[in-house]
């Protein structure tokens, strides 16, 4: 592919975002912050921009990519008529971190945003530099995470120059984003039930609060299955180049099998890396430790998840251990596990 020039707007000024989203309009793709993480966006109704994505990125075509929109009004052209379900989903948590699958409009996005699916994924980003672009090129933006398919999601702009510098033409820096996973995809079948088909930024918790009548439904094993429902959830995801595996268990039997492995292998040579609570940082001795916060605040570790990975990655680690606490099923804990787990491939240690 062409090599591009790609252009860091700061945000400082006014001209900048409005740059920005001129390029979007004229079929630019451009990566911005979202609460997220950053995204990479086009003009979800113009399939030649839609297709640089892809390339960009690296990603299979059969898995379709979340459209954003800044305000209400710009769903009635995306979509069909929509449960009162759906539209109390809206009223309570957008702008926020949930995408709602819905019917899609036939012609109203180009065919490559849904992976010819019958139905869209939308969402209204809570960030006031994604909402204020978005509102500015006036299109609806399809974005998925803006990096290399199969590595960690970006959540600073130098993360998405990292992967994407000259293959995109312009990333808007917003600084770090705010909860680090992505968002919580739903699917809803008529009024009475939510199905989540990606666990992420709004917890289970937060939709069994504000729907106590409606049932929730979140089956692990759909994740793992070969045909999943949200089709991204089959391909090797947010993985650093070292390998990766989680270890489970009791505190103190986990601390062993970390410091035993990790000397074994620090004395073939091998380059180690321990992602740990800070709790218990002193208690590893690998080439490089990071902290994922304190155990007691999870969305701590899920603020950081990815900027380690991608952190052991640039000092060339080759083997890394991650703690994985035993309080992992719940609020953001389920959504942090589910991004560990395929960060390791599905590669985790009890002891
Ligand atoms: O937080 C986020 O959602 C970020 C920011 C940029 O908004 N975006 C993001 O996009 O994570 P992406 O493309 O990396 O992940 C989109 C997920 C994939 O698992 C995809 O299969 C699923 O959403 N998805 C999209 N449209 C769908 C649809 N119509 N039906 C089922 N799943 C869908
Ligand atoms: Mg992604």
């Known amino acids: 592919m062409k090599m591009l020039t790609t252009t860091i707007w700061k945000v400082d000024q006014k001209e900048s975002l409005q740059e920005a989203a001129s390029l979007l309009r004229e079929g630019g793709l451009v990566a911005f912050p979202t609460e997220t993480v950053y995204g990479l966006g ?23 990519l979340i459209v954003h929109i800044a305000k209400l009004e710009q769903l009635d052209e995306l979509v069909l008529p929509y449960s009162d379900l759906a539209a109390a989903l809206m009223a309570k948590f957008w702008p926020g971190p949930l995408t709602i699958v819905l019917p ?3 012609d109203a996005l180009s ?26 090129a006036d299109c609806p933006v399809a974005a998925p995470s803006a990096n290399r398919s199969g590595r960690p999601s970006p959540t600073c702009a130098e993360h998405v120059l990292e ?94 099998y970390i410091r035993a492995q990790s000397r ?24 490089m430790v990071q902290s994922c916060g304190s155990e007691l605040r999870l969305e701590e570790a899920a603020h950081r998840l990815y900027a380690a990975l991608r952190a052991f990655d640039a000092s060339g680690i080759q083997r890394i ?31």
Request: charged share 25%; net charge negative; aromatic share 4%.
């Open 42 to 64: 086009a003009d979800a109704r113009n399939s030649s921009a839609v297709a640089r994505i892809f390339e960009a990125k690296g990603r299979p075509s059969d898995n379709p």
């Open 104 to 106: 899609a409009k036939s």
């Open 111 to 136: 065919p490559l945003v849904t992976a010819n699916l019958a139905t869209v994924g939308v969402r209204m980003p809570d960030h006031n530099l994604a909402l204020e672009l978005i509102a500015l």
């Open 163 to 256: 992967d994407l510098s000259g293959r995109i033409d312009g990333v808007v820096d917003g600084g770090a984003t705010g909860v680090g996973l992505e968002s919580t995809v739903v699917e809803l079948e008529g009024d009475h039930a939510i199905r989540i088909l990606r666990p992420g930024g709004l917890t289970q918790a937060e939709l069994r609060q504000a729907f106590p009548k409606v049932q929730i439904i979140y089956e692990e094993s759909d994740q793992l299955e070969q045909a999943p429902r949200s089709p991204g959830m089959k391909y090797v995801h947010y993985a650093p180049q070292g390998e990766l595996q989680l270890v489970q268990g009791e505190t103190s039997n986990v601390i062993e």
């Open 264 to 287: 074994l292998a620090k004395e073939r040579g091998v380059k180690t890396g321990v992602l740990a609570f800070e709790e218990r940082l002193d208690q590893y001795e690998a080439d």
């Open 321 to 351: 251990w991650a703690e994985c606490s035993l309080q992992t099923e719940y609020g953001i804990g389920e959504a942090l596990m589910n991004r560990m787990l395929k960060a390791a491939g599905n590669c985790i240690k009890q002891v």
